[in-house]
């Protein structure tokens, strides 16, 4: 007899042992989960476009083919596309085991499957083709983000670990972001435009190949075979989730918390353009930004997990935009560093609030599905933001980039207004009551 799809991305605590030896295995593989996620996310942090081979891919693009921001803005919005069908990934993991598994080999398979894109990136020079790999070795960062969501989401809502888990991924996603973005800055100053980047892609090759090695060593996964019986019920409690609001405002408050004109692209070209910064001092600011993400998830860690759900999106939100409206005050090397540290600090207090509200509303058993449903739509409006944003930088405020700033503070500010919708509660460690599920 087939047995069911089980809920578990790796091998809990077994339920017939006594509850001090289950309390410490449950310790146990908490722990592995915070190793697989610090491994993980440490790779992600060199291996995502916009950290080690972002400063070299825009300064190539700038330099060698001479694009518009507009131009970059957009295919780095290309290049996102694989990010915003990420329901897609979660959707086939949930209900379509390989050889048993639901998400293992799905992440040996796509991380050994980016390994050749990179070896061959290092070789190309025309935009045309390197956007082909990049998008290959796009798809498969997705795919494999997607899954470690699900294996997050499964284990954090079974061992209330959800927040925990979180800060974790960040917390490492940013500790290497700083070697990586200092090494992306010293490439661009240091050889030509083509080598820099072709030297990046090769480095970005040491991520599919650290998820590789962890998942083969910290991720015991329980074998399933597909019950069509209760893979029908399964998909109809995913349906019946999917017809309920509560998801739905979940994703409408993520869409407009993260849609403001972003200035991101537009910040490049006037730090290089208008205040003269060498390339090597602005690597120097993306690591200084990773440090403030790094110091906002130990001061959550410490602090704010404390805090209510609401009450962190509220000082999220607060954080942000104090964050935005600061980089008025941008004059020079000091300033921006100053600048740079202390979005950083706001963008990590933010993320983890929403992700963690993110991540608590996912329906069992389609977890891989409906988180990256959230995700997609916090990565469709980001993109579409600095779409947007470059676009008005460059046709509506002619270049000047204070405009452009008080827009997006502003629209972040908007976010305030948000939040009452959620009708969230005030239970610490940052978990959700919805007034349906008050007596329960």
């Known amino acids: 007899m087939d047995r069911p799809i089980q809920d578990d991305a790796m091998h809990g605590p077994r339920c017939d042992l006594p509850l001090e030896t289950q309390e410490v295995e449950s310790h146990q593989h908490v722990r592995r989960l915070m190793l697989f996620f610090a491994v993980v996310y440490a790779g992600e942090g060199i291996g995502q476009t916009g950290r080690l081979i972002a400063q070299p891919l825009n300064y190539f693009l700038k330099e060698v083919h001479g694009w518009s921001p507009v131009q ?21 993991s949930d ?13 040996l398979g796509v991380n050994a499957a980016a390994l050749p894109a990179l070896c061959w990136a290092t070789q190309i020079v025309a935009p045309s083709e390197l956007f082909i790999v990049l998008l290959l070795t796009a798809y498969a960062m997705a795919i494999s983000s997607t899954l470690c969501g699900a294996i997050l989401v499964e284990n954090g809502q079974k061992f209330s670990a959800s927040g925990k888990f979180i800060n974790q991924e960040w917390l490492w996603f940013n500790v290497s972001s700083i070697a990586a973005l200092l090494m992306g800055g010293q490439l661009v100053q240091r050889v030509p435009p083509t080598s820099a980047l072709h030297i990046a892609t090769g480095l970005v090759a040491l991520a599919p190949s650290a998820v590789i090695v962890v998942t083969l060593l910290l991720i015991t996964e329980t074998k399933n075979t597909i019950n069509l019986g209760e893979l029908k019920k399964s998909f109809q409690g995913l349906i019946a989730a999917l017809k309920t609001p509560t998801l739905w ?61 609401r009450h962190l999106l509220n000082l999220s939100i607060f954080l942000g935009t104090m964050s935005s409206t600061s980089y008025l005050l941008l004059s020079g090397e000091v300033s921006a560093a100053v600048l740079y540290f202390c979005s950083g600090f706001a963008a990590m207090v933010s993320l983890v609030a929403t992700l963690t509200l993110a991540a608590e509303r996912c329906p069992s058993r389609s977890e891989g599905f ?17 779409l947007v944003g470059s676009f008005i930088y460059d046709h509506v405020f002619t270049r000047n980039l ?39």
């Open 370 to 386: 409906a988180f990256a449903i959230l995700l997609s739509i916090i990565n469709f409006a980001t993109t579409v933001a600095d």
């Open 72 to 92: 970059i803005s957009a295919y780095l919005t290309a290049l996102n596309v694989p990010w915003l069908i990420k329901p897609v990934y979660g959707l086939v």
């Open 402 to 440: 204070a405009p452009l700033i008080l827009v997006s503070a502003t629209c972040t500010a908007f976010a305030f207004v948000l939040v009452p919708l959620l009708h969230l509660g005030e239970t610490r460690g940052a978990s959700i009551c919805w007034p349906s599920q008050q007596a329960n």
């Open 249 to 309: 405002i979940v994703g409408l408050f993520l869409f407009f918390y993260y849609f403001s004109p972003g200035f991101a692209t537009p910040l490049y070209y006037h730090l290089t353009d208008e205040l003269r910064f060498s390339q090597g001092y602005i690597g120097i600011l993306g690591s200084v930004a990773s440090g403030g993400w790094i110091i906002g998830a130990l001061t959550y860690q410490f602090f704010f997990s404390r805090l209510g759900l």
């Open 95 to 107: 209900f379509l085991p390989v050889f048993g598994y639901r998400r293992k080999i799905y992440l």
